[in-house]
């Protein structure tokens, strides 16, 4: 059964907090929302659209007499937004966020916040490389995982409550603690992305050298690294520095991985080159038996590359 909550307010009205306006409307999920951005050119396409049933004109004014608040900004702007709304939030009020790095986000958030409300962080692992509010859709969050991270004296029922609330937008839910939230997406997310950033950065060079070979004959690989690389700047931007450590952590392992890879190339080491890709591949298929992609080749993509 799923959760409503009388009045949400989403505060950034982008890929996550629309696709979260039309999944609460799928699922009658909430009585009102309302929303705010802080441009006017944003606020503007929102009302054009039908994003949220009120959009209002200050983030103080969104949410007023709100149940529950949800704060949909880059994980650097968090704190800032916290500080604007506290003394307008309602007492009992469940305020929560969609960041994707959890740890700095209590930090800046949590002092805000009065004590008469409930702060439960929270990070849905769905996204796309497209952002805006006319990037959202119903079906983003369905069967994608949510992780809800409760600060330390979360009540229960509050917390109860918001699991409710993101199952009733399609997503599986499991609570985590904050430092391991931010290592396990250290791995996941966000050294892959930096990575990708990397692997574009250095085709982009060479395709200068190579006038502009490695775009035309770019093939599945590349091409995945560039949908990665084309995410939000200023979201992974605020990612890396405020996921700092457990991203320097993981990416010093990845370049010790590297470096072992690159001696077996140049010692001609194929055993240590086919034992490594034979456990990546086993990792693969893994993803694959949980239900966490398809098996289809090149994703089910309809035109496939001839790499
Ligand atoms: P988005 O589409 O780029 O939208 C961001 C929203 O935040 C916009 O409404 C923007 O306002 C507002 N904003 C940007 N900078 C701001 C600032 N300094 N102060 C106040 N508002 C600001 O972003 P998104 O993809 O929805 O991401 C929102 C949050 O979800 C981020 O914390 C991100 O880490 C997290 N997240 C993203 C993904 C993903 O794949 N995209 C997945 C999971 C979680 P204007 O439009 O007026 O500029």
Redesign the pocket.
Same mark, same amino acid.
């Given at each position: 059964m799923s959760v409503t909550y009388k009045r949400v307010a989403l505060?950034?009205?982008?890929?996550?907090?629309?696709?979260m306006f039309w999944g609460m409307k799928r699922g009658g999920l909430a009585g009102e929302v309302t929303g705010y =951005?802080?441009? %006017?050119?944003?606020?503007d396409t929102a009302r054009k659209i039908g994003l949220c049933d009120r959009v209002c004109d200050s983030a103080v004014e969104a949410v007023e007499g709100a149940d529950l608040v949800i704060?949909?900004?880059?994980?650097? =702007?968090?704190g %800032?937004?916290a500080s604007e709304i506290a003394g307008a939030l309602a007492p009992g009020a469940t305020v929560t966020?969609?960041?994707?790095?959890k740890r700095n986000?209590i930090e800046v958030v949590g002092p805000h916040l009065p004590d008469n409300v409930h702060f439960i962080p929270a990070?849905?692992?769905?996204?796309?490389?497209?952002?805006?509010?006319e990037?959202?859709f119903a079906e983003l969050f369905d069967n994608r995982w949510c992780l809800i991270v409760p600060v330390e004296g979360s009540d229960p029922d509050a917390v109860a409550k918001l699991r409710g609330f993101w199952e009733g937008l399609g997503s599986n839910v499991e609570e985590m603690d904050a430092d391991h939230h931010d290592l396990v997406l250290a791995v996941t997310s966000h050294a892959p992305h930096l990575i990708a950033y990397t692997m574009v950065g250095v085709a982009d060079d060479l395709g200068r050298v190579t006038d502009g070979e490695v775009i035309k004959y770019s093939a599945a690989g590349f091409r995945d690294f560039t949908r990665i690389a084309a995410?939000?700047p200023?979201?992974w931007r605020?990612?890396f520095l405020s996921n700092k450590d457990a991203t320097l952590e993981i990416l010093g392992r990845f370049t010790e991985e590297l470096f072992a890879l690159q001696r077996a190339i140049r010692t001609g080491d194929g055993d240590h080159l086919f034992e490594y890709f034979t456990r990546t591949r086993a990792i693969r298929r893994g993803i694959i038996e949980a239900g966490q992609d398809t098996a289809a080749p090149n994703f089910g993509r309809a035109t496939t590359s001839n790499e």
């Open positions: 505060i950034g009205l982008g890929l996550i907090a629309s696709s =951005a802080r441009s %006017a050119a944003t606020r704060l949909c900004v880059p994980v650097g =702007a968090m %800032a937004v966020d969609v960041g994707s790095v986000v990070h849905p692992l769905a996204g796309t490389e497209h952002s805006g509010p990037s959202g995410s939000d200023t979201m605020d990612v």
